[in-house]
């Protein structure tokens, strides 16, 4: 790999402070349009986290029965499920259960695959062989089916939910960090690290991590998109989020059986999750051709 | 030389395979509940009723009453027969089921996989060569809205609009009821992501290409253009390319499990499902290592593929 913005980061800091350069670069970033876009998409989806409950107009379990499978109107402007609940007002709640189990799980999938890949990576020989044969293992089983298969067996509680999900995460993390680490650990300021004695995992943390951050936020921002779309395919197979909390995925399914004459119950939840998975795609891209130019198959 | 080669791509799937089958086990011994009062067609509810004798016996029977080494020895012994055990929800043979399964998503995703390397590639081809054109806005905004519509949703909206609002297939049902029609819809559905991933890939595989000086050397000695596009570029071009539909597998088999489902055909997503809503564990297994396995074989073709289209490459 050739040098990275933040390679050259580092080496700037004599005359510039990080911050600074921090801002710097986010400015160009955002210089695209198509970047603009996708960051502001994607702000307002986690923004809805936060202020969930002032932008639906109803509660998410407020059950009508009178209102049973009422096509969009103004009063709820997406129309109503089979229990005359405001679709709109659980969609938006549904954005909260989606993005935050993504956040959690890409969150927990970065902070153990990056120490399990960049660790695997430094000290290199038989810990190396093994983990990354582990790490391949593991990806041998198609994510959906792992996730399902775990679920399964531990019984589809949030815990479960966000371990089977990251899972197949940590593995990816693992393997992109570990590919970043053996690219800089020859580098002479590591050996410099050595020389003056340091300890190995302060070289790992402190000094080589920083500067293999651009891949991880590049699979990151991809990998968010990839668990909200595995944590609606499971909640639509029914071993994700249980009912009755809002969920996409279980919106979608339960609008299934009434798909041919209420087609809004599962319409606008997938719309949503499509917008969604177009803002983390787009960001994923732009990230990379702005990080990490070089490197192309990150997933 | 190049059997060789292959040997020594065989051998090394060999840990892999052991690692999935390994996995696959402890899936089923973590699993709640006792497999031997399973075993016997009793809930977890009925507990207290069991006579303690007969349950010995059957965990003797099972072989339960072993060392959990012991227990994983028997099991890969027989799982590498092709013995997965008889289910206990439906009495049959798991091999059986999952074998009778094969062939619905084995056709499936040789259909999808076909649609998707053929559209993939076409659309990624034209928007290299229409580089910075209304051509390659359109396909790049295709690739990008591929690339983010969840299969299980598209599989949904596809089945709304081409058999109920406008009825030209079948809603669902397998193939022996209605022919090959009965897999359009979700091979299309399916076909869609990774379609959209090998149009990125070949796009931007056939831009670094193109840029390169033997195809302005190819296009001074005066050959066509196509012939230039496609003999000399793409040729160059298609390594990342058949890297990146040799990792399609997971992703097709994942939209596999959605579509099967929605569509009611009868192949190993379906059957997994199924097990897993009966909490069927030996049919997960089962399903799981299938899986697992063919997972790893369609990497060794990916990998034999690279030897035969590159010859540079000689691992």
Not at chain 2, 90 to 101: G, K, L, N, P, Y
């Amino acid at each position: 790999m050739t040098m990275t913005p933040s390679q050259t980061a580092e080496q700037a800091t004599a005359t510039k402070n990080d911050w600074t350069l921090l801002k710097e670069s986010f400015k160009h970033f955002l210089s695209s349009k198509l970047n603009r876009f996708s960051f502001g998409l994607t702000m307002c989806l986690l923004l809805l986290i936060v202020i969930a409950p002032f932008v639906a107009t109803y509660p998410y379990d407020e059950i009508n029965p009178a209102l049973g499978l009422s096509p969009p109107s103004w009063e709820h402007p997406m129309g109503t499920d089979q229990a005359g609940r405001d679709v709109f007002s659980r969609v938006i709640y549904g954005a909260r259960t989606s993005l935050s189990i993504g956040l959690v799980t890409v969150l927990f999938g970065l902070l153990t695959g990056v120490t399990i890949g960049a660790v695997s990576g430094y000290l290199g020989g038989w810990v190396d062989e093994i983990i990354m044969r582990i790490v391949e293992i593991f990806m041998s089983i198609p994510g959906i089916i792992m996730a399902l298969a775990l679920v399964s067996v531990l019984g589809p509680s949030l815990p479960s939910i966000v371990l089977a999900l990251s899972i197949r995460r940590i593995t990816q993390f693992a393997r992109v960090a570990r590919g970043s680490v053996l690219s800089v650990k020859s580098q002479d300021y590591v050996t410099a690290c050595h020389a003056i004695g340091m300890s190995n995992l302060r070289i790992i943390f402190v000094h080589i991590l920083p500067n293999c951050i651009g891949p991880i936020i590049v699979l990151a921002s991809v990998l968010l998109g990839n668990v909200i779309l595995t944590e609606s395919t499971l909640s639509f197979l029914g071993m994700g989020i249980q009912e009755p909390t809002p969920s996409w995925g279980t919106m979608i399914a339960k609008g299934n059986e009434y798909l041919t004459f209420a087609p809004w119950i599962s319409v606008f939840p997938g719309l949503f999750l499509f917008l969604t998975m177009i803002a983390f795609n787009l960001l994923g891209d732009g990230l990379r051709d702005h990080l990490d130019p070089r490197g192309g198959s990150a997933v | 030389m190049l059997t060789t080669v292959i040997l020594r791509r065989l051998l090394l799937s060999v840990p892999t395979i052991l690692g999935v089958a390994t996995l696959a086990f402890l899936l089923g011994h973590m699993s709640p509940g006792d497999p031997a009062i399973a075993a016997m067609g009793l809930d977890l509810d009925g507990e207290s009723m069991i006579d303690p004798d007969e349950l010995a016996r059957v965990r003797e029977e099972l072989g339960l009453n072993k060392p959990l080494i012991v227990q994983y020895l028997q099991w890969l012994g027989r799982a590498l027969q092709g013995n997965f055990g008889t289910s206990y929800v439906s009495s049959t043979a798991v091999s059986e089921m999952v074998f009778e399964a094969l062939p619905t998503t084995m056709l499936l995703l040789i259909l999808t996989m076909s649609t998707a390397i053929v559209s993939g590639m076409a659309l990624g081809i034209v928007s290299a060569v229409f580089r910075g054109r209304s051509m390659d806005y359109v396909a790049r905004m295709i690739a990008i809205i591929g690339v983010s519509t969840p299969t299980f949703w598209f599989a949904l909206v596809l089945m709304l609009t081409f058999s109920f609002a406008i009825p030209i297939f079948p809603m669902n049902g397998p193939v022996s009821e209605h022919g090959l029609i009965a897999m359009a819809l979700p091979t299309l559905a399916i076909a869609l992501h990774p379609a959209a991933l090998i149009a990125r890939m070949t796009r931007s595989s056939m831009l670094e290409v193109l840029s390169q000086d033997m195809i302005r050397t190819a296009t001074a000695k005066g050959l066509g253009k196509w012939r230039v596009f496609m003999v000399h570029g793409l040729r160059n071009a298609i390594n990342p390319v058949v890297t990146v539909i040799g990792f399609q597998f997971a992703n097709l088999m994942g939209g596999a499990v959605a579509v099967e489902f929605i569509f009611s055909l009868p192949g190993l997503g379906s059957l997994l499902i199924e097990g897993i809503y009966e909490k069927d564990i030996l049919l997960i297994q089962g399903a799981v290592l299938v899986i697992g396995i063919a997972f790893a074989l369609s990497n060794l073709i990916v990998d034999l593929l690279y030897v035969v289209i590159d010859p540079r490459i000689r691992v």
